[in-house]
């Protein structure tokens, strides 16, 4: 990006597949990319040629309008915005690298989901285990007859565990749960 309007004079393949292949060489980027200009990445360019200082942003968020009338599509990038400097010492541009990480960032998501919920179901089933030990303590007060009795309670558990799982946790019939439950 050159100039103090930043216009383009150089976009690779992967930037264009980023704003969906529109034609940007020779435009000032709040012509070429609109939907950026209230994002912030124009202020964030005109800082850079300001203070001569490169910024580097990690998993940022845009929206981009990647085919024409499509909603705003929200990315994720890491990129470097570094001044260009002329022999004078003066900022003429920015050079702008980076790449897409939305890919990323999605999976992570993702995967904090499924461990959030792991905690949950582990936190839940914790619970389970220990109303199921004093259930068994109150009515068996022997340390064999409770070792026995709980251990049939904590593997008709287990069981009850291994019918949500085949299904997905999507659920399980009702009577097959409680024949496995009340069997202890």
Request: with cysteine; charged share 20%; glycine share 8%.
């Amino acid at each position: 990006l050159m100039g103090d309007e930043l216009t383009f004079t150089l976009a690779n393949h992967a930037y264009q597949q980023l704003i969906g292949h529109r034609p940007v060489i020779g435009l000032p980027v709040r012509d070429a990319l609109p939907e950026v200009g209230n994002q912030g990445f124009v202020s964030l360019l005109k800082t850079v040629m300001s203070e001569r200082e490169p910024f580097i942003g990690r998993s940022i968020g845009v929206r981009l309008q990647r085919t024409p009338d499509a909603a705003l599509e929200q990315r994720y990038l890491d990129f470097i915005y570094q001044p260009i400097l002329g022999a004078d010492g003066t900022c003429i541009g920015v050079f702008v690298e980076g790449a897409d990480v939305t890919d990323r960032i999605l999976a992570e998501r993702q995967q904090k989901l499924l461990l959030d919920e792991l905690n949950h179901r582990v936190k839940n089933t914790l619970a389970n285990v220990q109303s199921i030990a004093a259930q068994t303590l109150r009515s068996n007060p022997d340390p064999e007859a409770f070792r026995q009795t709980f251990e049939a309670r904590i593997l008709a558990l287990s069981a009850t565990h291994d019918i949500l799982t085949a299904s997905n946790w999507r659920g399980a019939q009702l009577r097959d749960v409680l024949a496995i439950e009340f069997g202890p």
